[in-house]
T-cell receptor
Framework: GAVVSQHPSRVICKSGTSVKIECRSL??????MFWYRQFPKQSLMLMAT?????????EQGVEKDKFLINHASLTLSTLTVTSAHPEDSSFYIC??????????????FGPGTRLTVL | TQLLEQSPQFLSIQEGENLTVYCNSS?????LQWYRQEPGEGPVLLVT?????EVKKLKRLTFQFGDARKDSSLHITAAQPGDTGLYLC?????????????FGKGTKLSVKP
Protein backbone atom coordinates (compact mmCIF):
# COMPACT_ATOMS: atom_id res chain seq x y z
CA GLY A 1 0.00 0.00 0.00
CA ALA A 2 0.95 3.64 -0.37
CA VAL A 3 3.10 5.07 2.41
CA VAL A 4 2.99 8.61 3.70
CA SER A 5 5.47 9.90 6.25
CA GLN A 6 5.45 12.95 8.45
CA HIS A 7 8.29 14.71 10.20
CA PRO A 8 8.65 15.45 13.01
CA SER A 9 6.36 13.09 14.88
CA ARG A 10 6.40 15.33 17.94
CA VAL A 11 7.44 18.93 18.45
CA ILE A 12 7.38 21.19 21.47
CA CYS A 13 7.97 24.87 20.92
CA LYS A 14 7.69 28.18 22.70
CA SER A 15 4.85 30.55 22.02
CA GLY A 16 5.63 32.92 19.16
CA THR A 17 7.94 30.61 17.25
CA SER A 18 7.21 28.99 13.90
CA VAL A 19 7.10 25.26 13.30
CA LYS A 20 7.40 23.43 10.00
CA ILE A 21 5.86 19.99 9.46
CA GLU A 22 6.77 17.88 6.44
CA CYS A 23 4.55 15.37 4.68
CA ARG A 24 6.06 12.98 2.13
CA SER A 25 4.57 10.36 -0.12
CA LEU A 26 7.23 7.67 -0.22
CA UNK A 27 6.21 5.40 -3.06
CA UNK A 28 3.84 7.36 -5.23
CA UNK A 29 3.43 10.82 -6.67
CA UNK A 30 0.81 12.78 -4.79
CA UNK A 31 -0.76 15.44 -6.94
CA UNK A 32 -2.97 16.42 -4.02
CA MET A 33 -2.19 16.58 -0.33
CA PHE A 34 -4.51 17.41 2.52
CA TRP A 35 -3.83 18.81 5.97
CA TYR A 36 -6.06 17.97 8.93
CA ARG A 37 -5.99 18.78 12.60
CA GLN A 38 -7.41 16.65 15.35
CA PHE A 39 -8.12 17.87 18.87
CA PRO A 40 -8.32 15.38 21.75
CA LYS A 41 -11.45 13.24 21.55
CA GLN A 42 -12.44 15.01 18.34
CA SER A 43 -12.51 13.88 14.76
CA LEU A 44 -10.30 15.05 11.92
CA MET A 45 -11.06 18.49 10.57
CA LEU A 46 -9.82 19.40 7.12
CA MET A 47 -7.69 22.54 7.17
CA ALA A 48 -6.59 22.86 3.58
CA THR A 49 -6.08 21.11 0.28
CA UNK A 50 -2.93 21.60 -1.73
CA UNK A 51 -2.22 20.67 -5.32
CA UNK A 52 1.32 20.42 -6.55
CA UNK A 53 2.54 23.69 -7.98
CA UNK A 54 -0.47 25.79 -7.01
CA UNK A 55 -1.76 27.67 -4.00
CA UNK A 56 -3.52 25.77 -1.28
CA UNK A 57 -7.26 26.00 -0.80
CA UNK A 58 -8.14 26.68 2.84
CA GLU A 59 -11.31 25.66 4.61
CA GLN A 60 -13.52 28.31 6.14
CA GLY A 61 -12.12 29.59 9.41
CA VAL A 62 -8.54 28.52 8.74
CA GLU A 63 -6.12 31.45 8.54
CA LYS A 64 -3.94 31.06 5.48
CA ASP A 65 -1.35 33.51 6.81
CA LYS A 66 -0.99 31.51 9.98
CA PHE A 67 -0.90 28.05 8.43
CA LEU A 68 1.40 28.32 5.43
CA ILE A 69 1.25 25.39 3.04
CA ASN A 70 3.74 24.64 0.32
CA HIS A 71 3.43 21.76 -2.13
CA ALA A 72 6.51 22.27 -4.25
CA SER A 73 6.94 18.72 -5.51
CA LEU A 74 4.84 15.64 -6.15
CA THR A 75 6.18 13.96 -3.03
CA LEU A 76 6.45 16.75 -0.49
CA SER A 77 4.11 19.20 1.17
CA THR A 78 4.94 21.36 4.17
CA LEU A 79 2.75 23.05 6.76
CA THR A 80 4.29 25.93 8.69
CA VAL A 81 2.50 27.12 11.79
CA THR A 82 3.64 30.70 12.15
CA SER A 83 3.83 32.50 15.47
CA ALA A 84 2.42 29.47 17.23
CA HIS A 85 0.31 29.90 20.35
CA PRO A 86 -0.90 27.37 22.92
CA GLU A 87 -4.30 27.13 21.20
CA ASP A 88 -2.49 25.80 18.11
CA SER A 89 -1.45 22.72 20.08
CA SER A 90 -3.01 19.81 18.30
CA PHE A 91 -2.40 16.64 16.31
CA TYR A 92 -1.73 17.55 12.69
CA ILE A 93 -2.24 14.84 10.09
CA CYS A 94 -1.55 14.98 6.38
CA UNK A 95 -2.87 12.74 3.66
CA UNK A 96 -1.81 12.26 0.08
CA UNK A 97 -3.74 11.29 -2.98
CA UNK A 98 -3.24 10.70 -6.65
CA UNK A 99 -6.82 11.46 -7.72
CA UNK A 100 -8.06 10.12 -10.99
CA UNK A 101 -11.54 11.55 -10.62
CA UNK A 102 -12.80 8.12 -9.64
CA UNK A 103 -15.19 7.34 -6.85
CA UNK A 104 -12.57 5.05 -5.36
CA UNK A 105 -9.84 7.70 -5.16
CA UNK A 106 -8.17 7.14 -1.81
CA UNK A 107 -6.37 9.39 0.62
CA UNK A 108 -3.40 7.79 2.37
CA PHE A 109 -2.76 9.25 5.78
CA GLY A 110 0.51 10.04 7.46
CA PRO A 111 1.22 9.08 11.08
CA GLY A 112 0.58 12.60 12.37
CA THR A 113 2.58 15.26 14.19
CA ARG A 114 1.85 16.16 17.80
CA LEU A 115 2.46 19.89 18.27
CA THR A 116 2.65 21.31 21.78
CA VAL A 117 3.07 25.05 22.16
CA LEU A 118 4.18 26.18 25.61
CA THR B 1 -23.79 20.42 12.46
CA GLN B 2 -22.20 16.99 12.27
CA LEU B 3 -22.88 15.52 8.83
CA LEU B 4 -21.86 12.03 9.87
CA GLU B 5 -23.08 10.82 13.25
CA GLN B 6 -21.29 7.86 14.72
CA SER B 7 -22.61 5.75 17.54
CA PRO B 8 -21.77 4.71 20.07
CA GLN B 9 -18.99 7.14 20.97
CA PHE B 10 -17.44 4.70 23.42
CA LEU B 11 -17.68 0.95 23.64
CA SER B 12 -16.02 -1.31 26.19
CA ILE B 13 -16.55 -5.04 25.75
CA GLN B 14 -15.04 -8.38 26.70
CA GLU B 15 -12.99 -10.47 24.33
CA GLY B 16 -15.20 -12.73 22.25
CA GLU B 17 -18.23 -10.46 22.16
CA ASN B 18 -19.75 -9.08 18.99
CA LEU B 19 -20.35 -5.39 18.34
CA THR B 20 -21.76 -3.01 15.77
CA VAL B 21 -20.79 0.60 15.14
CA TYR B 22 -23.11 2.86 13.20
CA CYS B 23 -22.51 5.82 10.96
CA ASN B 24 -25.60 7.80 9.99
CA SER B 25 -26.42 10.86 7.97
CA SER B 26 -29.37 12.62 6.38
CA UNK B 27 -27.19 13.27 3.34
CA UNK B 28 -26.32 10.94 0.49
CA UNK B 29 -22.71 9.91 0.03
CA UNK B 30 -21.07 8.72 -3.16
CA UNK B 31 -18.61 6.67 -1.12
CA LEU B 32 -17.95 5.91 2.49
CA GLN B 33 -14.80 4.71 4.15
CA TRP B 34 -13.97 3.17 7.49
CA TYR B 35 -10.66 3.84 9.21
CA ARG B 36 -8.98 2.62 12.37
CA GLN B 37 -6.72 4.97 14.29
CA GLU B 38 -4.32 4.06 17.08
CA PRO B 39 -3.35 6.71 19.66
CA GLY B 40 -0.69 9.05 18.27
CA GLU B 41 -0.96 7.66 14.76
CA GLY B 42 -2.79 8.53 11.57
CA PRO B 43 -5.94 6.73 10.39
CA VAL B 44 -5.50 3.51 8.46
CA LEU B 45 -8.03 2.71 5.76
CA LEU B 46 -10.00 -0.49 6.35
CA VAL B 47 -12.54 -0.43 3.54
CA THR B 48 -14.32 1.74 0.98
CA UNK B 49 -17.95 1.11 0.05
CA UNK B 50 -19.51 2.77 -2.96
CA UNK B 51 -22.69 0.88 -3.91
CA UNK B 52 -25.95 1.10 -1.97
CA UNK B 53 -26.56 -2.16 -0.10
CA GLU B 54 -22.95 -3.24 -0.55
CA VAL B 55 -21.48 -5.60 2.03
CA LYS B 56 -17.75 -6.12 2.40
CA LYS B 57 -15.95 -8.50 4.72
CA LEU B 58 -12.47 -8.20 6.11
CA LYS B 59 -11.81 -11.26 8.27
CA ARG B 60 -13.99 -10.72 11.37
CA LEU B 61 -15.12 -7.25 10.22
CA THR B 62 -18.26 -6.79 8.12
CA PHE B 63 -19.05 -3.44 6.56
CA GLN B 64 -22.39 -2.49 5.08
CA PHE B 65 -23.45 0.55 3.08
CA GLY B 66 -27.12 1.45 3.38
CA ASP B 67 -29.38 1.07 0.36
CA ALA B 68 -29.89 4.84 0.20
CA ARG B 69 -26.18 5.49 0.76
CA LYS B 70 -26.90 7.60 3.84
CA ASP B 71 -25.61 5.22 6.45
CA SER B 72 -23.14 2.47 7.10
CA SER B 73 -22.31 -0.04 9.77
CA LEU B 74 -19.27 -1.92 10.96
CA HIS B 75 -19.82 -5.25 12.69
CA ILE B 76 -17.02 -7.07 14.48
CA THR B 77 -17.45 -10.72 15.34
CA ALA B 78 -15.66 -12.25 18.31
CA ALA B 79 -13.74 -9.10 19.18
CA GLN B 80 -10.14 -9.42 20.29
CA PRO B 81 -7.93 -7.05 22.33
CA GLY B 82 -6.08 -6.24 19.12
CA ASP B 83 -9.27 -4.66 17.77
CA THR B 84 -8.97 -1.89 20.35
CA GLY B 85 -8.76 1.53 18.74
CA LEU B 86 -10.68 4.49 17.36
CA TYR B 87 -12.92 3.61 14.42
CA LEU B 88 -13.76 6.48 12.10
CA CYS B 89 -16.22 6.62 9.26
CA UNK B 90 -15.67 9.18 6.54
CA UNK B 91 -17.48 9.91 3.32
CA UNK B 92 -17.55 11.93 0.16
CA UNK B 93 -20.86 13.72 -0.31
CA UNK B 94 -22.78 12.89 -3.48
CA UNK B 95 -21.98 15.69 -5.88
CA UNK B 96 -19.14 16.89 -3.68
CA UNK B 97 -15.43 17.06 -4.32
CA UNK B 98 -13.77 13.66 -4.29
CA UNK B 99 -11.05 15.11 -2.12
CA UNK B 100 -13.35 16.43 0.56
CA UNK B 101 -13.62 13.65 3.10
CA UNK B 102 -16.10 14.32 5.89
CA PHE B 103 -15.30 12.47 9.08
CA GLY B 104 -17.52 11.26 11.88
CA LYS B 105 -16.37 11.80 15.47
CA GLY B 106 -15.33 8.22 15.87
CA THR B 107 -16.09 5.28 18.12
CA LYS B 108 -13.50 4.44 20.72
CA LEU B 109 -13.49 0.66 21.16
CA SER B 110 -11.83 -1.09 24.07
CA VAL B 111 -11.73 -4.88 24.08
CA LYS B 112 -10.71 -6.39 27.41
CA PRO B 113 -9.06 -9.79 27.62
Amino acid sequence: GAVVSQHPSRVICKSGTSVKIECRSLDFQATTMFWYRQFPKQSLMLMATSNEGSKATYEQGVEKDKFLINHASLTLSTLTVTSAHPEDSSFYICSASQPRGLITDTQYFGPGTRLTVL
Amino acid sequence: TQLLEQSPQFLSIQEGENLTVYCNSSSVFSSLQWYRQEPGEGPVLLVTVVTGGEVKKLKRLTFQFGDARKDSSLHITAAQPGDTGLYLCAGVLYGGSQGNLIFGKGTKLSVKP
